[in-house]
């Protein structure tokens, strides 16, 4: 990071403690948030997206049981507040959760929130009642919940088949809101209807989405804003032009490469601008059903092409970070120590003699200068990851593969990639901020967001034994195992985390970016325009 850059961050922090202060004693009601949003999900539906451009966009226009305090910048167990629910308690044994609820809350359509709502919900996640999803990405989440009671109106009890620890984590995620009993998931796809700070107005594909103030909402000074408008602008330059001459209020969250954040301070020197990490990586994905991917040499092979530095270097000047499947430290809490993570297979700094290695094993396998494997990369249609994706085309190059550079749509990628109809891709994946949240999902055999079907049972087994643990510092020490088996056996190369920038007019205050997570710091209702 230059010198320059390091300043910007410096007073880009400065200025941002300055402005959570202000929200102390100052606050306003009134005016619209404006910022654009990089992509059109498919559906405004949290439930059934798996991407921050449904779910960011709707986490104001819902509740959760729990949930991220929205002032704490680092996603954790601790950090995890009341929401729907006025607290929790456990049971001796770890495997009862009993929640008392929020009286005199109201679904947007003014019908009471009640116990058998919250049961409806995960019912409705867990596959148990009459309605179904049309897709369930986070299904792995629930996978230890048995049963959930209700106790009267406004309690209820999760009944969990084991201890676990950290699922206060999960039902505090952006995508753990509760959805109406009364609602079917068919209507909440279009027009959903929430609890929350913010009601919903109007999502036109590829134009925009907007929510409106609540004013019946149960806490009853938020939010200070009248609503929020996402413009939908695919193309992050022309987005920045837009900031730029007035039209936002904001960037998009972590949208900034330090190309743009250089813009945007040549040409708009007021603007509050903050530089971090996110705990967003992009990693390798291979279709094991496909031959001759099928043979771990060869995805051996292909891991040990990757040089990691290259890739932040290239694309972030330097802004960013190597990690394993949880994000680094200090803004990741689970991730490995660096000396730790240069030990993995595929992470030492001779890039020679890991290619050297790769050209090995492929010619071994009947491939070389004169026989190279023709492959299709897919990737979703989005710069920051269509971009590493051309540069690992690049860098396959170099163990004789050659790569094709195949461009999808979001709406139409997840279904794609969830029925394995692809052979090689590139992809991003959040990495926490609990273990809990990605390692069953992205890695357990069967995991709804695990596109290239690994499956060992030795690591499920690892897996369920984490979540199980109490002693934090075990539970690291069974995370990063779990980290060298997935690294050992090529399960999904991470190929690197990078930082992006997010800029707004000093008028926003309020605003606080979290360090290890996209998806949950999205309510909105703490913001608030200074004009």
Same mark, same amino acid.
């Not at 305090?69 to 009993?98: F, I, M, R, Y």
């Not at 730029?244 to 998009?252: A, E, L, R, V």
């Given at each position: 990071?230059?010198?320059?850059?390091?300043?910007?961050?410096?007073?880009?922090?400065?200025?941002?403690?300055?402005?959570?202060?202000?929200?102390?004693?100052?606050?306003?009601?009134?005016?619209?948030?404006?910022?654009?949003?990089?992509?059109?999900?498919?559906?405004?539906?949290?439930?059934?997206?798996?991407?921050?451009?449904?779910?960011?966009?709707?986490?104001?226009?819902?509740?959760?049981?729990?949930?991220?305090?929205?002032?704490?910048?680092?996603?954790?167990?601790?950090?995890?507040?009341?929401?729907?629910?006025?607290?929790?308690?456990?049971?001796?044994?770890?495997?009862?959760?009993?929640?008392?609820?929020?009286?005199? #809350?109201?679904?947007?359509?003014?019908?009471? *929130?009640?116990?058998?709502?919250?049961? +409806?919900?995960?019912?409705?996640?867990?596959?148990?009642?009459?309605?179904?999803?049309?897709?369930?990405?986070?299904?792995?989440?629930?996978?230890?919940?048995?049963?959930?009671?209700?106790?009267? @109106?406004?309690?209820?009890?999760?009944?969990?088949?084991?201890?676990?620890?950290?699922?206060?984590?999960?039902?505090?995620? &952006?995508?753990?809101?509760?959805?109406?009993?009364?609602?079917?998931?068919?209507?909440?796809?279009?027009?959903?209807?929430?609890?929350?700070? *913010?009601?919903?107005? &109007?999502?036109?594909?590829?134009?925009?989405?907007?929510?409106?103030?609540? !004013?019946?909402?149960?806490?009853?000074?938020?939010?200070?804003?009248?609503?929020?408008?996402?413009?939908? $602008?695919?193309?992050?330059?022309?987005?920045?032009?837009?900031?730029?001459?007035?039209?936002?209020?904001?960037?998009?969250?972590?949208?900034?490469?330090?190309?743009?954040?250089?813009?945007?301070?040549?040409?708009?020197?007021?603007?509050?601008?903050?530089?971090?990490?996110?705990?967003?990586?992009?990693?390798? $994905?291979?279709?094991?059903?496909?031959?001759?991917?099928?043979?771990?040499?060869?995805?051996?092979?292909?891991?040990?092409?990757?040089?990691?530095?290259?890739?932040?270097?290239?694309?972030?000047?330097?802004? &960013? @970070?190597?990690? &394993?499947?949880?994000?680094?430290?200090?803004?990741?809490?689970?991730?490995?120590?660096?000396?730790?993570?240069? =030990?993995?297979?595929?992470?030492?700094?001779? $890039?020679?003699?890991?290619?050297? %290695?790769?050209? /090995?094993?492929?010619?071994?396998?009947?491939?070389?200068?004169?026989?190279?494997?023709? $492959?299709? #990369?897919?990737?979703?249609?989005? !710069?920051?990851?269509?971009? !590493?994706?051309?540069?690992?085309?690049?860098?396959?190059? %170099?163990?004789?593969?050659?790569?094709?550079?195949?461009?999808?749509?979001?709406?139409?990628?997840?279904?794609?990639?969830?029925?394995?109809?692809?052979?090689?891709?590139?992809?991003?994946?959040?990495?926490? !901020?609990?273990?809990?949240?990605?390692?069953?999902?992205?890695?357990? +055999?069967?995991? %709804?967001?695990?596109?290239?079907?690994?499956?060992?049972?030795?690591?499920?087994?690892?897996?369920?034994? /984490? =979540?199980?643990?109490?002693?934090?510092?075990?539970?690291?020490?069974?995370?990063?195992?779990? %980290?060298?088996?997935?690294?050992?056996?090529?399960?999904?190369?991470?190929?690197?985390?990078?930082?992006?920038?997010?800029?707004?007019?000093?008028?926003?205050?309020?605003?606080?970016?979290?360090?290890?997570?996209?998806?949950?710091?999205?309510?909105?209702?703490?913001?608030?325009?200074? /004009?």
């Amino acid at each position: 990071m230059g010198p320059d850059l390091r300043i910007l961050a410096a007073v880009g922090a400065l200025l941002t403690a300055v402005a959570e202060t202000d929200t102390a004693f100052a606050q306003k009601h009134g005016g619209i948030l404006r910022m654009y949003s990089p992509d059109s999900p498919a559906s405004m539906s949290i439930h059934e997206e798996a991407t921050v451009f449904a779910e960011g966009p709707m986490m104001g226009v819902f509740n959760n049981l729990v949930m991220f305090d929205q002032h704490v910048k680092q996603n954790s167990l601790e950090a995890v507040v009341p929401d729907l629910a006025t607290g929790w308690s456990w049971s001796e044994d770890g495997t009862e959760l009993t929640m008392p609820l929020r009286e005199g #809350v109201y679904w947007h359509d003014g019908k009471p *929130f009640n116990a058998r709502d919250v049961q +409806c919900t995960f019912e409705l996640l867990t596959g148990a009642s009459s309605e179904k999803l049309r897709v369930n990405p986070r299904k792995s989440w629930y996978s230890n919940l048995e049963r959930i009671t209700t106790n009267g @109106d406004y309690e209820v009890a999760f009944h969990l088949k084991r201890p676990q620890p950290a699922f206060l984590t999960i039902l505090a995620s &952006g995508f753990a809101p509760i959805y109406p009993c009364h609602v079917s998931p068919r209507d909440m796809r279009q027009h959903p209807i929430g609890t929350g700070p *913010f009601k919903f107005v &109007g999502f036109k594909p590829n134009e925009y989405v907007r929510v409106t103030r609540n !004013p019946d909402y149960w806490k009853k000074d938020r939010p200070y804003l009248d609503g929020v408008e996402y413009a939908i $602008i695919k193309n992050l330059s022309t987005a920045v032009l837009a900031f730029i001459s007035g039209k936002f209020d904001m960037t998009f969250p972590h949208s900034l490469t330090v190309p743009l954040l250089r813009d945007v301070k040549n040409q708009l020197p007021q603007a509050l601008c903050e530089m971090g990490p996110v705990g967003l990586n992009r990693n390798l $994905i291979v279709n094991r059903d496909k031959p001759p991917f099928e043979n771990p040499e060869l995805r051996r092979a292909m891991a040990l092409s990757l040089d990691r530095h290259a890739f932040i270097d290239i694309l972030t000047e330097g802004e &960013g @970070d190597i990690g &394993g499947v949880m994000q680094p430290p200090p803004a990741g809490l689970w991730g490995m120590p660096a000396e730790m993570l240069q =030990s993995l297979p595929g992470y030492g700094a001779d $890039i020679r003699e890991n290619r050297a %290695e790769a050209r /090995q094993i492929m010619q071994k396998l009947g491939y070389g200068p004169n026989n190279r494997l023709q $492959i299709k #990369v897919s990737v979703r249609d989005l !710069p920051y990851l269509r971009d !590493p994706a051309v540069i690992m085309i690049d860098q396959l190059k %170099e163990v004789y593969i050659d790569g094709q550079l195949e461009t999808i749509d979001t709406t139409n990628w997840f279904p794609r990639v969830m029925r394995r109809d692809y052979i090689v891709g590139l992809t991003g994946a959040g990495s926490g !901020p609990d273990p809990d949240q990605n390692l069953q999902l992205l890695y357990g +055999c069967g995991g %709804e967001l695990n596109y290239n079907g690994y499956c060992s049972p030795d690591v499920d087994r690892l897996i369920e034994q /984490q =979540s199980s643990e109490a002693d934090q510092q075990k539970r690291k020490l069974l995370v990063w195992e779990i %980290e060298r088996k997935l690294a050992e056996d090529g399960a999904r190369p991470i190929i690197f985390y990078d930082r992006r920038a997010t800029c707004w007019r000093p008028h926003v205050k309020g605003l606080t970016l979290m360090v290890n997570s996209l998806f949950n710091g999205w309510r909105m209702e703490d913001v608030w325009l200074d /004009q």
